[in-house]
């Protein structure tokens, strides 16, 4: 009855770890998609904020007054400034990513040293 007992219990335990990581796997595809989208997203800002800006500065001559050319390049600049926080989410978003457990732990992690720390 006891060897019974151990076994189902054994069965359990092991659907039971089977099940958590079958589970855990999900989220992690769906990180990895979420910061592809935000790549995506932040490169196409750069791309929208770079022609914007080099438009200003290089069509300077045509707007009305200083104020005016100001006004555009204050927008512009806090622009760049959302852009740079956002790329820092998605920096910190990324790199908790690339530090997911990718293994069972049977190989211990290995770090990169300089020539110096060796």
């Not at 089977?18 to 932040?42: G, R």
């Not at 022609?51 to 290089?58: E, F, I």
């Not at 998605?90 to 990513?97: V, W």
């Amino acid at each position: 009855m006891k060897k019974i007992v151990g076994i189902v219990l054994g069965i359990v335990i092991l659907m039971g770890g089977v099940f958590l990581f079958m589970k855990n796997q999900k989220p992690a595809e769906d990180d990895a998609q979420v910061v592809l989208e935000k790549t995506s997203d932040i490169s196409k800002q750069y791309v929208v904020l770079r022609y914007q800006t080099d438009n200003v500065l290089s069509n300077a001559e045509k707007f009305a007054d200083y104020d005016a050319w100001n006004k555009e390049m204050t927008s512009i600049i806090q622009q760049w400034k959302t852009l740079e926080a956002d790329s820092s989410v998605l920096e910190k978003a990324s790199a908790k990513m690339s530090e997911e457990k990718t293994s069972f732990n049977l190989v211990p992690q290995v770090l990169a040293y300089t020539k110096e720390e060796v």
